[in-house]
């Protein structure tokens, strides 16, 4: 039983957390990560008006250790929604509070946030939805952990005053006595927010509380596989004193999210997911979308070789931390033959290799399966040059279910001539696949333009890497790029999302962030001016028609 290979696993990570079975961690619990099973599978419920509730349908769930059926999730049907619709249909365009209504909730929500990180500081707690995470979308304790962690300071970061601070406003002078202009920070109101699988505590739980602290009501759907995580932490949010009838959460899948949003007509939605959803969404909703789309990510290798074993270690954790499934996660990697010569492809190899389903550093894939991987992998190997780094083979000896995938962390070196030759072989190479997939290429001083032709021609632009200390290296990368999140310096990554910097694509209008007070602002309000001209008229007025 997976649960079992939990204990073994991560007894050190664990630092003497206490088991949850002789441990408690609040009445508010209803999952146990520990016991899941084909033979005790859980039932999630659907949340509106307030109310739990469950469905007439739903949808049997494998285990992604062991195909196990472990989950039940409500398979809500279209014949279900109205609730849902009109609870979002309920909800004034100027939101549950504004700055000049209902200001109290700002305290309230505030109030909500300091009582969960409480929770969330509790060993216990935090260990409870480290294992929840694991179990749903399997990854190591350390990277399951620090889900929570970031999820935890972000909600540090906006306890008390700090909500009303994010409808911070400004005022500039009329043009004569009794006018004054006064800009504020207005609430959408009715809106919907849609998480993917990877992440699935952080990027709902942080884009549900910025869109709750600008006053709107959130209907939040996350993918179906591992929404049991978001509805529990609503059960703690409900227990820290948050209303449960502020937000709505919907199990099931995406067709009936899109029929409860053609409906209601959400006055904004914030999409995070595939590039192809993302842009069907947009044309269906006429462009009120924030969208963090598809990562196809690039990192450059400077010509300055130095902390090797460092940098060498970043590379792996950036292309095959979690199993590669981050919208972050290094997909293209420019060489510079200076680090071609110093030995890196072998430290890849080496570093690779480590990797094992014992201690979750490899894991299941749940969007890909082990076949289409490796189908990808032996386009690409057709390509004149091309050669296996490492892997592009199938994981053994698991009892991973086939509708997932399985295979070894995976490097394909590709010509950087080829890479350019046609626009076929670009969105060959281009594709990204959201596994622990990497392709890497070389290039020399006389071919920096066409790496930065390559960058430029990628569609998306969410992160990058600069792995230089050489100063005018980096800044003409810098300005040449568009990537909404780069890192740059030997420390440069490409992957984290950690609370204390914007994270968000960057070169397109409807590019969301999350995060930071300014990517609340951004996503969760739009700007409203009120200009008060109280007078008095002028004593000598004269009423001209002009």
Request: with cysteine.
């Amino acid at each position: 039983m997976f649960s079992s290979t939990l204990k073994k696993v991560d007894r050190v990570a664990r630092s003497g957390v206490q088991s949850l079975v002789t441990r408690s961690i609040g009445s508010w619990a209803k999952y146990n990560p520990e016991t899941l099973s084909g033979s005790n599978p859980a039932i999630p419920e659907n949340l509106v008006f307030g109310e739990w509730k469950s469905t007439e349908k739903y949808i049997e769930l494998p285990d992604p250790m062991n195909g196990e059926i472990f989950l039940k999730c409500p398979d809500t049907q279209v014949y279900e929604i109205e609730p849902f619709v009109s609870s979002l249909k309920s909800v004034p365009p100027s939101g549950l509070h504004n700055p000049l209504k209902n200001p109290h909730r700002y305290l309230k929500l505030g109030e909500v946030t300091t009582n969960a990180v409480v929770e969330l500081k509790k060993e216990e707690v935090a260990d409870h939805f480290a294992r929840l995470i694991q179990r749903v979308a399997p990854k190591s304790y350390a990277q399951a952990m620090g889900e929570v962690t970031v999820t935890r300071i972000f909600l540090e970061n906006f306890c008390g005053d700090q909500p009303r601070w994010l409808g911070r406003g400004f005022t500039n002078p009329g043009d004569h006595v009794g006018q004054q202009s006064t800009g504020y920070r207005w609430p959408f109101g009715p809106v919907a927010l849609i998480a993917p699988f990877n992440f699935p505590l952080e990027i709902p739980v942080l884009q549900l509380m910025g869109a709750l602290y600008m006053g709107n009501k959130p209907l939040v759907h996350v993918d179906h596989r591992v929404s049991i995580v978001l509805e529990e932490f609503m059960r703690l949010l409900h227990a820290c004193g948050l209303s449960p009838t502020d937000v709505d959460v919907l199990h099931g899948k995406g067709g009936t999210m899109g029929e409860i949003m053609a409906q209601a007509k959400p006055r904004s939605t914030l999409f995070t997911g595939s590039r192809r959803v993302a842009e069907r969404l947009a044309k269906e909703h006429h462009g009120r979308m924030f969208l963090e789309d598809a990562g196809f990510d690039w990192k450059i290798m400077g010509p300055d070789v130095q902390d090797f074993d460092y940098v060498a270690w970043q590379c792996d954790q950036d292309a095959y931390a979690a199993t590669g499934q981050k919208c972050s996660a290094q997909s293209i990697l420019f060489m510079h033959e200076n680090w071609a010569k110093a030995g890196l492809e072998q430290a890849i190899i080496e570093k690779a290799a480590k990797r094992n389903l014992k201690d979750l550093t490899v894991a299941p894939i749940l969007s890909w399966t082990t076949d289409a991987i490796l189908d990808h992998a032996q386009k690409l190997l057709k390509l004149p040059g091309a050669r296996v780094i490492c892997g592009a083979e199938p994981l053994t000896g698991h009892t991973i279910p086939k509708v997932y995938g399985a295979v070894k962390p995976t490097a394909i070196f590709v010509p950087l001539d080829q890479i350019l030759k046609s626009q076929e072989n670009f969105e060959l190479v281009t594709t990204e696949v959201f596994g622990p997939f990497q392709v890497i290429t070389e290039y020399k001083d006389s071919e920096l333009s066409h790496v930065l032709e390559a960058c430029e021609r990628m569609e998306a632009h969410l992160t990058a890497a600069v792995v230089s200390n050489d100063i005018r290296f980096v800044e003409h990368i810098l300005g040449n790029t568009v990537n909404g999140t780069t890192y740059v310096g030997m420390r440069g990554r490409t992957t984290g999302a950690p609370q204390n910097h914007w994270f968000g694509p960057c070169g397109d209008p409807r590019a969301a962030g999350i995060g930071t007070p300014e990517a609340i602002r951004l996503v969760w309000s739009s700007h409203r001016e009120i200009i008060r001209d109280w007078g008095p008229v002028p004593h000598n007025f004269e009423a001209k028609q002009t």
